[in-house]
């Protein structure tokens, strides 16, 4: 069962670790990646004990662009004339 529940806008970036993290009762810091929530991860382990959160945010939000703009057609190709 999940320590708690947390918003992602409750969370801080960490540069350093490359990471959005909560601090942890233990003393140390849940983390999670944007890779692992552009996966659909949802659960902040902390490194130093056992304890996780499960993270809410909008998975849209973190969706690869690729994917996101998959519809979009390519700008159009448009002829240059050289002299």
Not at 56 to 68: G, M
Not at 69 to 74: A, D
């Amino acid at each position: 069962m999940s320590y708690d529940d947390v918003e992602i806008e409750d969370m801080e970036w960490n540069e350093e670790l490359q990471a959005f993290t909560y601090p942890c009762p233990c003393g140390d810091l849940f983390q999670i990646t944007r890779e692992e929530l552009r996966l659909g991860e949802e659960i902040a382990r902390c490194p130093s004990c056992s304890l996780y959160i499960t993270v809410i945010y909008n998975t849209e939000d973190f969706a690869d662009s690729n994917r996101k703009n998959k519809n979009i057609e390519p700008p159009k190709r448009q002829p240059v004339a050289v002299a």
